[in-house]
């Protein structure tokens, strides 16, 4: 009886080794997030006043210093999902310009009117069945003393580079928010990819994502 208890002991031991072992932590990936999140911080706080002056050059700023962090193009692709297949190379290659272009136009205006916050990159953490793939949890610390969870969900590039493909705010699935706006646009457009690309930023003003955040 006492070598079957082992035998199940041991089998338990076994597959919780191999089936149940968490996602392993990397240090270096979460130093990695935290220098380029701590340098956006510091480029937006430096960049603030540009704003109002020149918003084109702040939008070639900020997107200057997001370009080697955040995986626009992939983003992009996901969230058009499978209306991609409809569109032309031409017609994909506009949506991620105006994908950037409508975050910009949609939420930078209340970025640099915050009041200031800091950024706290927790743990990094490995997916432990493809290892090309992690997420990383965050902080952000506000003035008045409200914290908000944040997830990147990051993918090693062809180029062995960590990329951001998408953002989970306080539960919220940013990428998935995004897709459904599209996909929604879509239907009453009747298919019109055109329609949808040229009417996207109006789509992600009226996409309030402040109000799922506080729902979640």
Known sequence: MKAVQQLWIGLVALVSMVL??????????????????????QKLNEERSLYSKNPEAF??????????????????????GRYA????????DAFVEKFKRSLFDSYAKALVEADSFTIDVKE????????????????????????????????KANNGNWMMENVIVEGVNIGLAFRDRFAQEMEESRGNVQAVIDGWTDSVKDLNLDDEVDQS
């Not at 297949?85 to 994909?92: L, N």
């Open 59 to 80: 939008y070639r700023e900020m997107e200057s210093a997001l370009e080697d962090f955040v995986d626009f193009r992939r983003i992009a692709a996901r969230v058009m």
């Open 85 to 92: 297949h409809q569109a032309s190379p031409e017609q994909r």
């Open 20 to 41: 149940g072992m968490p996602a392993m932590a990397d240090e270096s990936l979460r130093q990695y997030v935290d220098e380029n999140t701590q340098e956006l911080v």
């Open 124 to 155: 990094a953490t490995i997916n432990q069945n493809n290892s090309d793939r992690a997420s990383v949890q965050l902080q952000v610390n506000t003035a008045s003393g409200n914290r908000y969870p944040v997830t990147y969900s990051m993918f």
